[in-house]
T-cell receptor, first 116, second 115 residues
Framework: EPEVTQTPSHQVTQMGQEVILRCVPISNHLYFYWYRQILGQKVEFLVSFYNNEISEKSEIFDDQFSVERPDGSNFTLKIRSTKLEDSAMYFC??????????????FGEGSRLTVL | GNSVTQMEGPVTLSEEAFLTINCTYTATGYPSLFWYVQYPGEGLQLLLKATKADDKGSNKGFEATYRKETTSFHLEKGSVQVSDSAVYFCALSGGYYSSASKIIFGSGTRLSIRP
C-alpha cells in the first residue's frame, strides 16, 4: 500500500542551526502539507502546497520556514535558524485533492525535532 | 475562527466496554468532519469522516454522526478491543471563510484498553 515516508525519524540540533525535514508523498498525490505537534498539544497546520507553490500557510509559518519540492518526489521543510520552541513532531501529509473536498490526507509517521 | 474541542484523556477502559469520545466544533457553514487515529509508533490515519449534517461515518466498528444542531461529532464503539489503544483526533476542514486546503485538529484523546 502506498505510504508517505519521512526522514529523519528523530533529529537533535543546536539552537540557531538549520534543519531540513524530508518527506516523500504518495506518488499520484497533488497536495502536500506540513503539520506539527508540540508535545502534549494540538496537531497544528503549518502549510499546504500545490502546483509548486504554497497555497496556504498559518501564522506559525514565518520567514524562518520554507518548503520546497526540489525533484518531483521529495517535499522538504526547512527551518533556517531553529529555536527551542521549534521542538515538536513534524508530520508530512499528502492528498489527491483538498481535504475540504472530502479527500483523505495520508500522513507520514512524523519527524521528531529536538532543539537544544 | 474554526476550532475543535474534544474530551481530554487519557481514557482507560476494559475490553468489550462501550466507548464514547466527545467532540464539538466551532465553524460557520458546513465543514467536513473527521476522526483520525494514531497507533503507537505510526502516523495519523483517517478512521472515518462525514461531509454533511446527519451523515454517519463508520469504520472498524467505530461510528460518528455529524450533528449540526449540537455541533458535535462524537466517536462511539460498542465493544472495544486491546488493539483499539491509540490516540484519537477529531478534526474538521472547510466551512465558510475557511480554506478547504487544511484540516484543524483537536488536541487528541489517548485511549488505553485493558485486557
Amino acid at each position: 500500500e502506498p505510504e508517505v515516508t519521512q526522514t529523519p525519524s528523530h533529529q537533535v540540533t543546536q539552537m540557531g542551526q538549520e534543519v531540513i525535514l524530508r518527506c516523500v508523498p504518495i506518488s499520484n498525490h497533488l497536495y502536500f502539507y506540513w503539520y506539527r505537534q508540540i508535545l502534549g498539544q494540538k496537531v497544528e497546520f503549518l502549510v499546504s502546497f500545490y502546483n509548486n507553490e504554497i497555497s496556504e500557510k498559518s501564522e506559525i509559518f514565518d520567514d524562518q520556514f520554507s518548503v520546497e519540492r526540489p525533484d518531483g518526489s521529495n517535499f522538504t521543510l526547512k527551518i533556517r535558524s531553529t529555536k527551542l520552541e521549534d521542538s515538536a513532531m513534524y508530520f508530512c501529509a499528502s492528498s489527491e485533492g483538498t481535504s475540504g473536498n472530502t479527500g483523505e490526507l495520508f500522513f507520514g509517521e512524523g519527524s521528531r525535532l529536538t532543539v537544544l | 475562527g474554526n476550532s475543535v474541542t474534544q474530551m481530554e484523556g487519557p481514557v482507560t477502559l476494559s475490553e468489550e466496554a462501550f466507548l464514547t469520545i466527545n467532540c464539538t466544533y466551532t465553524a460557520t457553514g458546513y465543514p467536513s468532519l473527521f476522526w483520525y487515529v494514531q497507533y503507537p509508533g505510526e502516523g495519523l490515519q483517517l478512521l472515518l469522516k462525514a461531509t454533511k449534517a446527519d451523515d454517519k461515518g463508520s469504520n472498524k466498528g467505530f461510528e460518528a454522526t455529524y450533528r449540526k444542531e449540537t455541533t458535535s461529532f462524537h466517536l462511539e464503539k460498542g465493544s472495544v478491543q486491546v488493539s483499539d489503544s491509540a490516540v484519537y483526533f477529531c478534526a474538521l476542514s472547510g466551512g465558510y471563510y475557511s480554506s478547504a486546503s487544511k484540516i484543524i485538529f483537536g488536541s487528541g484523546t489517548r485511549l488505553s484498553i485493558r485486557p
